[in-house]
């Protein structure tokens, strides 16, 4: 285990969970240089940059016991909010979850608050979780989803919480089955070039705000997520990992 590839895939090879933090972009020196690219293709270079930082810098002592959750992140990347400008920022941010899992969602949520010092995020969104070729997205699909979210709204670790990509029917089922009223709404422009009137109509009469983005379906699927353990760590058993869950703080 003498180069830090060895060190970081010994490392790897033995944890069960590995929380991977890219931090701030815009510290990011050089991707700033490079021309703008798809928001896949940024968060896998961000990902590979982390690791090759993480793993040109970790320490290994084969005589302490490994640990079974890895953290993975580069300290110059990282960020936390000034408690006295606190007031004055609004933390929003996305979630999407790549596993079937719901609980995860406070994972997320935690590890975003730890990371930023905060002790509530303003506004979370929640993409629409994977579902399976040929299925519709449904009501009692969402439903376990918003009702994490609802739950960390009334333990006051989200303050708003909203979807992305309901149509007007879905939008609406969600309104009426929920306890805590989503607040906003985000629609791809790539799938339709202006709003549809049907949504913006019931937006507009339950006070609810019309958002765009651009995120693809799937922003990093298994595959991809793979390619770039394995790029940044050889050999590494990168077919035991699979991402949970994805979290970007919104500007």
Known sequence: MGTDSGRARFLLDHAATLNLQTG?????????KKCPSTPSEELRDCIQKTLNEWSS??????NQEMPDVLECTVDQAMEKINPEEREELKVSAKLFIAGSNSSSIRDAVDMACSTLGVTQ?????????PIEDGINLSLEYLQPY???????????????IGTSDLDKTLLEQLYLWSQVKPHSNQVNLASCCVMPPDLTAFAKQFDIQLLTHNDPKELLCEASFQEALQESIQNSRAHEWTPLWLLRLLS
Not at 24 to 32: F, I, V, Y
Not at 122 to 129: C, L, N
Not at 146 to 160: A, C, F, P, R, T
């Open 24 to 32: 701030n972009l815009l510290n990011w020196g050089r991707l700033r």
């Open 146 to 160: 918003w009702g994490e979210l609802e739950n960390l709204v009334q333990h006051k670790k989200i303050v708003s």
């Open 121 to 129: 995020l303003d506004s979370v969104i929640i993409a629409p979780p």
């Open 57 to 62: 810098k970790i320490s290994l002592d084969l």
